[in-house]
């Protein structure tokens, strides 16, 4: 994860006027190690340090060991006795019941207190796709997982229904990382225009107010990433990221 990143989260968890309660400084440390597994800052195997986290964070261990409790219930992390705790692995085969319910559960997105969308919330999307656009030219495995996150977030806001959202998310943040461990397989340029038209088709769908039409849009997305994740499961030709070829990002706080 990037500074910039950090920054965001933040900002965006605790507000620019009154210090952070427990619970958000809390929730500020899960969602920065969740992006950083995902993101595959911390790749599958890595060891994370109770201690080293506190002292990044300036917290004692007992929230970071709370956290990585709730990672370990979602199934990013695990305990392993005399070991610690370890970012798992994923394997798409392992995960398809996972996508299932996902595709079950998008189509609810526009049948479950769908909340109209404001012209800042159109122009959000619209800038998602410039950014898809520009990194069409270049494109790059964690810009795209890092906007595809960003949108993740904006249809999750279609919807009024909380526990909708948080299943949604949880369920959203366990796949998320299959991708970028498959993306030598799949083609960097063939997902993004595959995301950059999905992105198009919501937005449209967003512009007239048709919600049972963003729920099958995301449905059908969803179902063609998985279909052509299993297609290309044990395609050999390229080589699968490793904790040794990855590099992970700067992981600092602050400037």
């Known amino acids: 994860m990037t500074r910039n990143d950090d920054a965001a989260i933040e900002q965006a968890t605790t507000g620019p006027t009154r210090p952070p309660s427990a619970r958000e400084r809390s929730e500020r440390i899960y969602r920065i190690l969740r992006d950083r597994i995902c ?3 911390y790749p599958p195997g890595n060891h994370l340090s109770e201690e080293e986290l506190a002292q990044e964070f300036e917290v004692s261990r007992t929230p970071v060991r ?3 409790a709730r990672l370990e219930s979602e199934g990013l992390v695990q305990s392993v006795h005399g070991v610690g705790t370890i970012v798992t692995d994923v394997d798409i085969e392992e995960l398809e019941q996972v996508y299932h319910l996902r595709m079950e ?4 997105i526009g049948k479950l207190s769908p909340i109209p969308r404001t012209g800042a919330d159109l122009d959000r999307i619209r800038a998602l796709m410039e950014r898809c656009d520009a990194h069409i030219l270049h494109p790059d495995q964690r810009a795209f997982l890092r906007l595809n996150m960003d949108f993740f977030y904006e249809l999750s806001a279609m919807t009024g229904n909380q526990p909708l959202r948080d299943i949604s998310e949880r369920l959203y943040f ?3 990382r299959v991708v970028l461990k498959m993306m030598p397989r799949l083609g960097l340029a063939e997902e993004f225009a595959a995301f950059r038209r999905e992105i198009a088709e919501v937005l449209a769908a967003a512009e007239i107010g048709d919600w049972a039409s963003i729920g099958h849009i995301r449905r059908a997305h969803i179902s063609m990433s998985f279909r052509r994740m299993m297609l290309h499961r044990n395609d050999k030709r390229e080589t699968l990221p490793t904790e040794d070829s990855i590099k992970p ?3 600092s706080l602050t400037d």
Do not use: G, I, M, T
Request: charged content about 25%; glycine content about 0%.
């Open 66 to 68: 709370r956290v990585l």
């Open 249 to 251: 990002a700067p992981r």
């Open 174 to 176: 366990q796949v998320a």
């Open 39 to 41: 993101l595959l800052d």
């Open 105 to 108: 559960l998008a189509e609810l």
